[in-house]
Structures are given as C-alpha cells and as structure tokens.
C-alpha cells in the first residue's frame, strides 16, 4: 500500500514488455464482442480513473486487476516499442526473455522469469548531502548504543598532566589531548606546567576545547631523569592540592603527556570506589642500540606478553597479591641518565599513570572517607619521599585493581624526548621559509637522489636567531656540496 | 472529500474482486505490534505430530553419505526431523496425531563442491509417499492434507534449482494438498502454495554465537554486503541472476563509501555485521539468502530487496517494522532511501532487532529451544488447526493424480 | 483447479472488455493530465503521475554504446553485454521514496530536512590510508593514538588499515572499537623488507579506491604520524595534489627535521628535503606522507589530462602516484595556503630492529 507498491507495479509491467504482443490483439478482440460486461466496464473503467487519480496508494490493486484478467495488454500496447528497442539492441536477450511457457507464468504468477535490465543511474557519484545524512544517521545510533550499553551515570574524569615546553610537548600533548577529546563524559584536565605558563602550551590546549585548568611552577624542569621524576612528583601534588582546594568531584587519573590511552581505558576507570590500579605497558626503547630491545623481547618469552608491564599483581581468584615492577635489572649501567642521554630511559618502580583515585580522598572533609587514607598536608610537606598514590595509602592493599586485574593493559608509557638542548620553531611555525633545497617548476626530477651525506640538508635551529643558521647552513651546504 | 473518493474506490475494488471470484491469492496475514506476542507462544498442548518410521534410506543413510548436510543451508530438514523425534508434540499413537511428519532428507544429494542436486528428489519424495500410503491408511484417508513436509530447497517442492525449470515443473503434485515447510516464498509464485510455512534457512547458531561481539561496538558501516553481484558462471550474459538487482547494487554503489560492499568474503564477516547499520539482503537466484537470518541475529536491519518477497513466519515476525523493503526497480536510489529514513525509525528497528525471540526464531538451535525456529514452525501447524473439514475425502474419493508430472519422475527411485 | 479455470474463463469476457476501456483510459490520462498534473493534485498524485510517466522515460533504453559514454565511468567488462537500462532523473526518483515514509513519519522527516537544509554542508572525502606491519612493535599502541585522532575529524572519512593476514584478530579488534568508518585490507604475500611491505599494502589500498571507484583525497598516515587536528581540514582543499612540511622527530637527538614543500602563499616554489630517510628508496624524495592527492588520478586519468597510464602500472600504483605528484607541480597546492609554514603532522621515529630490518 505504499508507493513501492507502485513501483513494485511498474516494474513487473515494465518487464511484462519483453513478451511479445500476441496477447494484446486477441484481448482486444474479445472485448469488443461482450456485451454482458458494460455494465462492468463502466464501472471498473470508473475504479480506475480515481483510483489513478488519486494515486498509486492502490496500485497494488490496480494491479492485482490487471492480473486477474489475464491481460497484461495494456502495458505491452504501450510500451511495446520500449521492448522492441530493449530487444533489438540486445539481440542476445532475446530469445531468453520471453519464456517458452510464458503464457503459464502470466496466468499462474506475475513472477517474471528471464533476463532483466541492470539498472544504473545516470548520476555516478554518491551525493555529498546524502553522505552527511548516513553519517549523522551513524552518529546518532552510536549515542544511542552508549546510551544503551555504556557507562550510566558516569563520574567527572579530573586528568593531571604535567608538562613543559620541549621539541617533543607537542606530539606528546596532542595525542593525550585527543584521547582527552573524545572522552564521552565530563572532564576537568588539570596541566601543570613547569617554568612558568607559557603560550606555547596555552595555544595548543586552546586547540582542545576541553575544560583546562592550566597552572604553573616556575621551576624549571631539571635536565636529570631522576629530578625530572621528583619535579613531575611536586608537580602532581600542586595540581592534588588545586583538587582539594576546588573541591572538585570525580575520578582522579594521572594522564602523563607521553602515555598513550586506550579508550577502553576511561570505562574500566569509571568502576573505580576509592583508588585503583592498571596495569601499564612499558615501551623501552632507546635511539642508538637494538641489544635493549632484545633484551625485551626475552622478557616477552618469559611473561608471554609483548611488553613488560608495570600495576596490579592477582592471583586466580582475582585477589589483589602484589605489584609487577619494571625489572631495570637488565639495564643495569645503561640507563639514561639525562634527558637526551642516549641511553635507555626507564621508568620508575610505579608509575603515577597507573592509579586512580576518587577525588574526594583529597578533600580535608568527605562525609564517609575511609580511615586508610593520609592526609594531603601531612605527607605533601615532604614531598620528596612520594613515590607514587600508594603513599597516600596507610595500607596498600586496599587497591582495587582494574582491568580484569591488571591483566588488560590499557594504557602504555613511552617517555621520547630529544636532547634537552633541541630547538624547534617557535609553536611550529616557520619562520623565516626554509631553504629550497631542490628548486621548484619544471625541473625534470633527478632519478635518484644526489649522494651527499646525510647531516647536509637538515635544519637545525640553534639558540641564536633563525637567521643566522641560514647563513651557517649555507655555508656548511657550500662546503660539503664541492 | 478526498476520504470520500479513497472510500469510494475501496467499495468499488471490493465489489469487483468478490464479482470476479477472488482469483487472487490472499497476501500474506501479519499480526501488528511489538514482536514476541506471538513469538513466544508454546506449541506443546495444542498440536500432535505423528512422525512416520521409514527405512533409513530415506534419511539417515543419506547423511550418513554426506555429512556436510548438516551444515549446509538446507540442513532444517535434519534438524527439524531430530527435534520431532525427541519434541512433547510428538505421538506414537497416529489415531490422535493432527499431523503426519514424513522425514525425508531431499536436500541431502550434494555434488563434491557440497552444492545440493534436487534431480532425485521427485522421485524420492514420491516414493516415500508412495510407501506411507501403503503402509498406513492415514495419507489415503486426506490425501495429505493433514501431512506436512519440509523442503527446504530453493524453490521448495517445485525441486528444481532453476526457476524457469521449478516453474514449469510446479509443486510436485503428490504435495499438492500437503502443508509445506519451506524457506523459498515469493507472492504469486507457482512455487508457492497456499497455506506454506515460510521458514528461515539454516545457519549455524554456535557458529554464529562465537563471533558475537559486545553490544556496544559502535556501528561504524552504514551499508554492508558480502556476496556474488553477477554469477558469471550461471549467468554470462547478465540480468538473470537475482534479477540484475545485485549488478545494479554493484555499479550503483562500488564508488559510496558508505556502501562497504564486495565480493570477497572476509575473516570477520560476522562481526563486520555487527557493526553495520543496514546489511543488504538481495535476492539471489531464489528470493531469500541466510543473509537475513545472520542480519537479525547480528541486529543489523535488514534491507530486502526481493520483489514480493514471503518472509519468514510473517504472520508471526513483523517484517515491515524490522527491516526495510527496497523493490529491485528502486535500487538506485539505494543511498537515498536509506539515508532519508528519519533516524527515529531506524533506532526503533534497532529495537525490535534487539529483541531475543526475534532472534531466537531465526535459528535451528541444538538442542532445541523454546521459541526457536522449531517452535515457530510447530505454532504455525498449529494455528492451522482445527483442520477444515474438507481435508477429508469421502471414501473412494481420488483428487491427485498419481501420475502427473514428468515422467522422469515417475521413475522408481 | 477445475473451478479456478472455469470462473476464469467466465471472468475473461468480462474483462477484455474491461481492458479495453482501461486503454482508452490510460491514453487519455496520459493526454489530458500529462502537463498540468503537478499544479492540479496534491502530493500522492504527483507521485502516481509521476510513476506513470517513468516508463516513457525508459523508452529511452540505451544501446550498449550509448550506455557506455553515458555512465563511461563505469569500466567493468560484465557491462558490455548486460542491458543497461537508464533510470529517471535524480530528482524525481529522490522524491518518490521520500513519500515512503511521509505517511507514517510525515512530521518527523518535514522536520529533519528542515534541520539538514540548516547544518548539513557536504564535506569532501579524506581517504585515508595507514599500512601496519607485525615487525612494527608498537602498531597496536601507535594504532589506538592514530583511532584516537581520526575519531575527532569531522565525516566524512574512510579510514583503509593494511596488514598480513593472520590468525590474530588484534588489530580487526582495535579498529571495530573506534566507531570511525573503515575497511580493514589483507593480503597474504610474506615480506622481509620492511618498505616493500609498506609500499605493497599502500598500493593494495590504492587498488581497492581504484576498484571501487572512490572519490576523496587520499592521504597515506603512517602509524608514527602524530596530527593537528586542523591538518583534516587543510587537505580537503585540495584538487588534484597538495604538499606539506612534515616534523621528523627522533628520539634523543638535537636535530629536527622539517622537510616539505617551501612555498610561496599556495605555490610550491619549491622543496627543502633531506634525504636522510630515503636513502633505501631512490624512487622519491618525498616522504610518503607529506602528499595527498585527489583518487580520481587513479581511476580517471583523463579527467586530469593525462594518459590513462594507470592500467600498466596497476602493480605499482604507489610508484605511479608519486611520480605524478612530483611531475604536476602545476596542480601541486602546498598547505597551509598561507606559505606552507605551520606544521601540522608530526614523525615519530622511533627505531626498532625489527622495524630498520
């Protein structure tokens, strides 16, 4: 009873052209010789008219009529040139296309048995609109899916990352940043930056449109891994201590800006009652040596895991028991020691990155805080001697670990740097242009490159003006070019 | 006044059909409303099936020759004659039966690339029939009106894989006054008699069941198909395999990238369609795919696109809330149906798709479960029930002819 | 059986005349309605003169020929001998389904065009294309930062992930989590050089658009590639080509590398490469992917008036399209237009000895 209906119709009518017109003329004939059915040709030549008047709502109907006389006439006495052009242009076809028992089908079946026209559109390309209406459509029904199956009710994610300006703050920040971006919940993402705010970080967290509380030590960040790890430590306690303070409510995870999350990640941590605990990978790597990396990959055997991993420790009945640490046994001697050591750099026995929290262990007051938890201000006044969430704690154990007990890793730690003394354009724009260093227009392209050696078309921006390096790089390129 | 002249035109198509006779054959019956209402009918108490014993030849044997039967598409005819065996329904006692199940695996004749060769079937069929006939006076007494059989094959007990060929052939006529249990259904088709059961094809459920993937697996492919668009080997000249509406979905759509379509049948094939919106259901070269039983059970609203299409247990499952029908002639405007479908309507297809005893009536579960493809079929019977009293022929009264048909059939088997 | 042929055969008189009279009607329809239909009835009967007419607009039925300048985009070779039958124009036929569902969602769809009319605005295509290799030990991880980004860029996007086909189902799981639209490619040659078996998933990728005919810009992401988001919405200006300065990043070294284009406003005036990295490939200078181009080069060369090469080098698309975006410097835009002089795409190298093996 819908237009398909109609539709459905005018095909099958349409197809009913392949076969010949001999039935036409006998139909014809034979009406002429009845007159018993005036009557009902007035009559239904009246249900016709208005029901085609009225439109093809009935022509599922209209049809079945048709059918029931046995006639198919109509169409053919129409369109019968349709199906001669269809016919001759395909010669092959048309043998096929009337059925030798044709007149069997018409009476029994309006199914149409034989070769039928591929139907293809004029217009080849898919229209843009209609892209953007299945895409909206798929939007909607992955909300709704999230709706129905994801998280309810979910909790404010409040992220602490500490940051600074560096060659690789970028990459790092904007990768935690869209994992950040495409939280489905609320969040507060805490930056703590050290050596003073910079619009350096500030542009690039504007980027994010994400709710930012950007705020500053003015220490520098140390060049030493090992102070590097204390200062990221203060850091973190300023931006607890901005929780406390803020009374901010929600789950508290330390999102450093060279972790890279799963989305799972932000479900799993949803579950979490007071604090919890995932498991991290540990990416080591190191820029110069492959025997480190080999001495991973015996470790996989060991662990039959593809990376070590650093969180929770259960045992089968899914009971907290202890904790996998990074094994830095190996790497004894040669770890880095700097940042831009080339060395391997490791990470610390446990990880920030691999708790989380309810924020309102933070709060001076919360109505049914458990008793395990310390003070803020009594242990931050020593700040030196936290090494992890677990000192918040009076008794470890109370750590709910997540992720099938830490045995989904969904998070990794991979801390990249360049060397501390890396320069980059300032927020990544160049300026001045960069040196042409294969012109442009109608060159024909050299088949394979020039063999120069490999330092001699890098840009390395030193501390001085931009300027200056041009004239430097010229000179070298002079040089090394003779 | 538009109401007027609907009304109108309604009265007078009434006044002309009961004047010609109603030559027609009914549409389709379908119940309205949330599915499950019928779904969930129990068919134990209100139906008794008596279960003829033949010789193995006619079934085990068979299977026993080639045991690819039981995972083919056609294997409901195996499964349903196991589930009766062991069903409450059954009776061992065929006075009280209301019906009479002859198992017969006519299907299960396989050529080595484990496609099914219906040539023996007529014969097979008749001879079975011919010894309950003997045997028992229970077929004499109706002709087998009050028997049913399942014949699963593409179009049904026409056994012939060509349609021109199943048309010219027509229902076998021994089971002309048989219920049917079949998975083809098109309106209007000499294939298909009046009162079938339309079933879904078979597809294996624990198959099925280990790839599902979580609920919430966001749905990230707007139109998904997998299969042939032209059957070159079949069909080199184009246009008879499934009515070049595949063809036409393939040149229409090969450049949408919403349209993820191919011929290449991959690892996660269940699980890309659980990620799809809509899953193409084009007819092949009979109407119905196991693509619509996969799309149900993967919640993947199904878009059939086969004219005049009888889905299956219509009169139970509500096809048209659930899936949506594209005719053959408006597959070009695939893209533009789909995407001008208010969004509304697709999350409340979503819905009933969603729905367990949707699901559950798609599939031929081992063992057996309530509200299964089993169950549906046994409510079907018995919702024929009480038998009109036609079904019973006055004595020495002969309506079929035994010896109709083509003589190849004729043959003993 | 009998009775059904005997009411039939009474039937029959009845209705050849029936029939006869229907003709005359359907004639007369045809005459007297044609032109002023759409002003004189309300929207059904639009519809059904509508459906009326379209089989005379079939009449048109095309001779193979015709057919094949009239959709010529359309190369398969099971064409030449299907009867192709040309269907009524987009316009019509858009809005005869559009009525499907008038009557039951009349309101709603009313109110949803109305809503589209406001806020959609077509996007073009990005097309992008990520190779992944098991001897990249970090692809998982750098696969979930990559899905982290694409997730954010505005539709439409095609996202084509290459790998070795195996058993693992890692990587189909990672990307079926994301909810970004893509097509997850296999193929089951085995490689030992790394970049061969980059360059032979790109160009099994480049196959597929081919194949399908998709139009969008492609762009090659590495899984070491870190984005500004506004990089998406700079490339889908291009044309034909466009070309942008990358950051090389690598671990615990001073140097930065940038390499790309140098330009004047949009003009390419020409590039500052290093070729460092490419020292393996002599076949281009350029990173892989510092380009992207229009797919159309692809499947439609003469579009871009050049000969249709493609075919022969069907093997090696990749070679093909970096030898055309170096040689169309014409067509070639760098981005951003305001002198190629921010970064938006970031390279993180990292070496693994799997990886440099």
């Known amino acids: 009873m819908k237009p398909s209906a109609l539709q459905q119709s005018y095909t099958n009518r349409r197809s009913n052209s392949f076969r010949g017109s001999p039935p036409l003329e006998s139909s014809i004939d034979g009406g002429s010789k009845s007159p018993a059915a005036v009557f009902w040709l007035v009559l239904h030549g009246l249900c016709c008219l208005i029901s085609l008047v009225l439109g093809f709502r009935f022509s599922r109907l209209i049809f079945f009529l048709l059918f029931s006389t046995t006639t198919t006439t109509s169409n053919n006495n129409l369109f019968s040139a349709d199906a001669l052009t269809l016919q001759t242009t395909l010669p092959s076809s048309s043998s096929s296309s009337s059925p030798p028992n044709g007149t069997v089908v018409v009476s029994s079946s309006r199914v149409v048995v034989g070769r039928h026209g591929i139907l293809i559109r004029p217009w080849p390309h898919p229209n843009p609109v209609e892209v953007m209406k299945a895409h909206r459509i798929i939007e909607r029904v992955q909300r709704e899916q999230r709706l129905q199956y994801g998280i309810k009710d979910p909790r404010t994610v409040i992220a602490i990352t500490p940051t600074y300006v560096r060659t690789f703050q970028t990459l790092h920040l904007t990768g935690l940043m869209h994992s950040l971006m495409n939280l489905p919940y609320d969040l507060i993402w805490i930056v703590v930056e050290a050596g003073g705010r910079t619009n350096e970080t500030a542009s690039l967290l504007a980027k994010s449109g994400l709710r930012v509380i950007h705020i500053a030590i003015d220490e520098k960040m140390p060049i030493y891994w090992e102070d590097r790890h204390q200062m990221e430590v203060r850091m973190r306690l300023q931006a607890l201590r901005v929780v406390r303070e803020e009374k901010l409510d929600g789950i508290l995870m330390f999102a450093d800006d060279s972790n890279m999350h799963s989305m799972e990640l932000f479900d799993e941590i949803q579950k979490v009652k007071w604090i919890g605990a995932v498991s991290v990978g540990i990416l080591v790597h190191s820029s110069n040596s492959d025997e480190e990396l080999s001495v991973v990959h015996k470790e996989e055997d060991v662990e039959n895991s593809p990376m070590p991993v650093q969180g929770p420790a259960c045992n089968s009945s899914d009971k907290l028991v202890g904790w996998h640490t990074f094994n830095s046994l190996p790497y004894a001697g040669r770890s880095a020691n700097y940042i831009g050591d080339r060395a391997v750099v490791l990470p610390r026995k446990m990880e920030w990155a691999g708790f989380v929290l309810n924020s309102r262990l933070l709060w001076r007051e919360s109505e049914d805080k458990p008793e395990w938890v310390k003070d803020l201000d009594s242990i931050a006044g020593d700040g030196e001697d936290i090494q992890s969430p677990l000192s918040l704690l009076k008794d470890p154990s109370v750590v709910e670990p997540l992720g099938s007990c830490g045995r989904k890793v969904l998070l990794w730690w991979l801390r990249v740097e360049a060397r501390a003394d890396s320069k980059f354009p300032a927020r990544w724009i160049i300026d001045p242009p960069l040196e042409v260093t294969v012109p442009a227009k109608r060159t024909p392209w050299p088949d394979s490159p020039p063999e120069l050696p490999a330092n001699e078309k890098r840009i390395e921006i030193e501390e001085n003006r931009e300027k200056h390096i041009m004239k430097t790089r010229a000179r070298r390129s002079k040089r090394t070019s003779r | 006044m538009k109401d007027w002249r609907w009304v109108l035109v309604k009265f007078l198509y009434v006044a002309f059909v009961l004047r010609i006779g109603a030559v027609e054959g009914q549409q389709t019956e379908r119940i309205s409303g949330s599915a499950g209402d019928v779904l969930e009918d129990d068919p134990v108490g209100r139906l008794k099936v008596f279960v003829y014993e033949l010789p193995s030849k006619y079934n085990k044997k068979i299977l026993q020759k080639d045991p690819r039967c039981l995972n083919h598409m056609f294997a409901a005819e195996i499964y349903m004659h196991q589930f009766l065996l062991a069903s409450p329904v059954r009776t061992l006692n065929p006075e009280e039966a209301d019906w009479f199940y002859t198992p017969v695996y006519t299907t299960c004749d396989l050529t080595p690339n484990g496609l099914p060769l219906p040539f023996k079937s007529p014969r097979m069929m008749r001879s079975a029939i011919q010894l309950i006939s003997s045997n028992w006076p229970y077929w004499n007494r109706t002709e087998g009106a009050d028997h049913f059989f399942i014949v699963p094959h593409d179009f049904g007990a026409c056994f012939h894989y060509l349609e021109e060929k199943a048309i010219e052939r027509g229902i076998l006529t021994m089971l002309q006054r048989a219920t049917l249990v079949q998975t083809f259904g098109q309106r209007n088709h000499v294939c298909l008699k009046d009162g079938s059961i339309t079933i879904p094809p078979y597809a294996p459920p624990q198959k099925m069941q280990a790839h599902l993937i979580p609920p919430d697996t966001p749905r990230s492919i707007f139109v998904y198909f997998r299969g042939l668009f032209y059957d070159v080997g079949n069909d080199p000249e184009g246009g008879y395999y499934a009515r070049g509406a595949r063809a036409a979905v393939w040149e229409n759509f090969k450049d949408n990238p919403l349209f993820d379509i191919s011929t290449e049948h991959p690892m996660t094939y269940y699980e890309d369609m659980q990620r799809a919106v809509f899953c193409l259901c084009p007819l092949g070269w009979a109407p119905w795919s196991p693509r619509l039983v996969e799309a149900v059970i993967f919640g993947c609203i199904p878009v059939i696109i086969a004219d005049d299409i009888v889905l299956p247990f219509a009169d139970a499952i509500p096809w048209e809330e659930i899936g949506v029908y594209v005719d053959e002639k408006d597959v070009p405007n695939l893209d533009a149906m789909l995407t001008s479908i208010p969004t509304e309507v697709i999350l409340r297809k979503q819905r009933l798709l969603a729905n367990p005893s949707m699901k559950q009536a798609m599939l031929f579960p081992q063992p057996a479960q309530p509200g299964d493809a089993f169950h549906q079929i046994l409510n079907g019977l018995a919702r024929k029930l009480p038998h009109d009293k036609s079904v019973h022929l006055k004595p020495g009264e002969k309506i079929l002819n035994w010896t109709a048909g083509p003589v190849g059939d004729l043959k003993p088997w | ?357």
């Open chain 3, 1 to 357: 059986m009998g009775t059904v042929e005997r009411s039939k055969k009474k039937v029959q008189l009845y209705n050849k005349a029936i029939f006869h009279f229907f003709l005359c009607f359907v004639m007369g329809f045809f005459t007297g309605f044609a032109p002023t239909g759409k002003s004189l009835f309300s929207r059904p009967v639009v519809a059904s003169n509508r459906s009326a007419f379209s089989p005379q607009s079939l009449s048109l039925s095309l001779s193979p020929s015709q057919a094949r300048t009239q959709s010529d985009s359309f190369n398969t070779s099971l064409l030449d001998e299907t009867p192709i039958v040309a269907i009524p124009t987009k316009s019509k036929s858009k809005s005869e389904f559009e009525f499907e569902f008038e009557s039951e969602f009349e309101f709603e769809h009313e109110r949803l065009t109305n809503l589209e009319k406001v806020e959609l605005i077509p996007n073009r295509l990005i097309i992008v294309v990520t190779p992944t290799s098991v001897k990249d030990r970090l692809r998982a991880v750098h696969l979930r930062r990559l899905t982290n980004t694409l997730r954010l860029v505005p539709p439409p996007l095609l996202w084509m992930v290459v790998e070795q086909k195996s058993n693992s189902a890692r990587v189909s799981e990672i990307l079926r989590k994301t909810g970004i639209m893509y097509r997850h490619l296999v193929f089951k040659e085995n490689f030992t050089d790394f970049e061969a078996e980059m360059d032979h998933q790109r160009n099994l990728a480049l196959n597929h658009i081919e194949h399908h005919r998709l139009s969008g810009i492609v762009h090659f992401a590495g899984l070491s590639n870190v984005y500004d988001l506004s990089f998406f919405d700079e490339i889908r200006a291009i044309e034909v080509f466009g070309t942008w300065p990358m950051a090389m990043l690598s671990a615990n070294k001073k140097m930065v590398m940038i390499e790309g284009p140098v330009c004047d406003s949009s003009e390419v005036v020409g590039w500052h490469l290093s070729n460092m990295n490419n020292l393996t490939d002599t076949s281009s200078p350029v990173h892989i992917s510092s380009f992207a181009f229009n797919s159309s080069i692809l499947w439609d060369p003469e579009r871009w008036g050049r000969s249709s090469s493609v075919q022969d080098t069907s093997q090696n698309t990749i070679k093909f399209v970096k030898k055309e975006v170096l040689e169309e410097e014409t067509k070639l835009i760098g981005i951003p237009a305001k002198g190629c002089s921010k970064i938006m795409l970031w390279n993180l190298h990292i070496p693994t000895p799997n990886a440099q093996r």
